[in-house]
């Protein structure tokens, strides 16, 4: 038989892991892994690389994956999964808004009254431009008191509010289905 080598293993570790060595080079070979640490190990890396590209080929999927897998998805709740978050988003989003409106009317009332003013005169052009965020801040613009936060603020709520409109609108019209469950 002689003495093998770790070249003469090197050399067989493919054909091995193909399973194409006769069963005596087959025996000899392991026989050498069994005693030899280097060899052991580069066929232990070997095995780990040649399971990553072999696996995707050689795993056997069940008869009904396809069918089994498009199951479960269809029973997932997707609806219920959109339903928080926009509805979370909404809330969270008002509870801000008005929050921030509260806490400016308790600090600085006299600004309050300027800002409940423009935001009257903000939401008239809006309805009268039939919205449009665009419109908002041009109209903010023109009227040269851009540095006025309470005016600012006042169109961001609006600005906001319009994307809230144009959500509802969108989920009521283009999406009537989850309209159903989200039963506004
Ligand atoms: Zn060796």
Redesign the pocket.
Same mark, same amino acid.
């Given at each position: 038989m002689g003495s093998l080598t +770790?070249d003469w +293993?090197e050399e067989r570790f493919e054909p091995f892991l193909d399973d194409a060595l006769s069963a005596g080079e087959r025996a000899r070979l392991l026989g050498?892994v069994d005693d +030899?640490d280097? +060899?052991r190990g580069l066929l232990e890396e070997l095995r780990v690389v040649d399971a990553l590209l072999l696996e995707p080929r050689t795993i056997e999927l069940p008869e009904n994956f396809t069918f089994a897998t498009m199951a479960d998805v269809h029973a997932m709740p997707l609806p219920c999964a959109r339903r928080a978050p926009i509805a979370a988003l909404l809330a969270a989003y008002i509870a801000g808004a008005w929050s921030l409106v509260g806490a400016a009317f308790l600090i600085i009332p006299q600004h309050m009254t300027a800002f409940v003013q423009h935001t009257l005169a903000v939401t008239s052009t809006v309805l009268a431009a039939l919205g449009g965020i665009g419109h908002v801040f041009a109209h903010l613009g023109d009227r040269g008191d851009m540095s006025s936060w309470t005016t600012v603020a006042g169109g961001v709520i609006l600005a906001d509010a319009l994307v809230v409109v144009a959500v509802v609108a969108a989920l009521r019209f283009v999406r009537p289905r989850i309209v159903e469950r989200l039963r506004w």
């Open positions: +770790c +293993c050498h +030899c280097a +060899c």
